[in-house]
């Protein structure tokens, strides 16, 4: 079974750009989660889907980012316009039923110069 | 204060000895607490969650929770060079919805 995936790795973008990162649960999850991990500091939630639903994204830092899953399986985040204060490692991870059982994925390492 | 609080380390041991790793966490309405292990530039993996108060093993590993005095920790038997990662505390806060809140984790270094 294919574990969570996440494209791409890396991405290096100018201040003022935007990006996308994309995550892939493993198949019949339900449950999807986005977090974040900013240099020296803890990995900290941002939002968690249940199939195409938002079901709690109070860990969104502001509105430049916009989440979106398509048809509940893979989702989005994209960042419109980045700042150098987005820069870090974003995770996402899946579980088909609580976040107690859920599989991070490797992460997207996100360089904002 | 930091909601989940851990000693960046790293903490160095010798092979074969006890690795023990602690967490604070400040809210009370904690109620699951778990483990992960993060190799550099890995996905975290989750090793153990605990619910109750005492002691939980599986394998070389053991956490240990006192809810009383809001700490949770790891044991790891025996450690060896592989066990060398950052283990990161969360914990899980039923009025907070289903997700979870990190510790900045511990950097562990195991010496052949």
């Known amino acids: 079974e294919a574990g969570v995936t996440q494209f791409p790795s890396h991405s290096v973008i100018e201040k003022g750009q935007t990006v996308t990162l994309r995550c892939d649960p493993i198949s019949g999850h339900d449950n999807l989660y986005w977090y974040r991990r900013v240099m020296g500091k803890e990995i900290k939630f941002l939002l968690h889907f249940v199939k195409e639903s938002k079901q709690d994204e109070s860990g969104m830092p502001n509105n430049r980012f916009l989440a979106e899953r398509t048809g509940g399986t893979y989702s989005t985040l994209k960042v419109q316009p980045a700042e150098l204060e987005d820069s870090g490692v974003y995770f996402c991870?899946?579980?088909?039923?609580?976040?107690?059982?859920?599989?991070f994925g490797p992460g997207t390492r996100l360089t904002v110069t | 204060q930091k909601e989940v609080e851990q000693n960046s380390g790293p903490l160095s041991v010798p092979e074969g000895a006890i690795a023990s790793l602690n967490c604070t966490y400040s809210d009370r309405g904690s109620q699951s607490f778990f483990w992960y292990r993060q190799y550099s530039g890995k996905s975290p993996e989750l090793i153990m969650f605990i619910y109750s108060n005492g002691d939980k093993e599986d394998g070389r590993f053991t956490a240990q929770l006192n809810k009383a005095s809001q700490y949770v920790s790891l044991l790891i038997r025996d450690s060896q060079p592989s066990d060398s990662a950052t283990y990161l505390c969360?914990?899980?806060?039923?009025?907070?919805?289903?997700?979870?809140?990190f510790g900045t984790g511990t950097r562990l270094a195991v010496r052949p």
């Open positions: 969360a914990v899980k806060i039923e009025s907070s919805g289903d997700k979870l809140t």
């Open positions: 991870a899946s579980s088909q039923d609580r976040v107690a059982t859920a599989y």
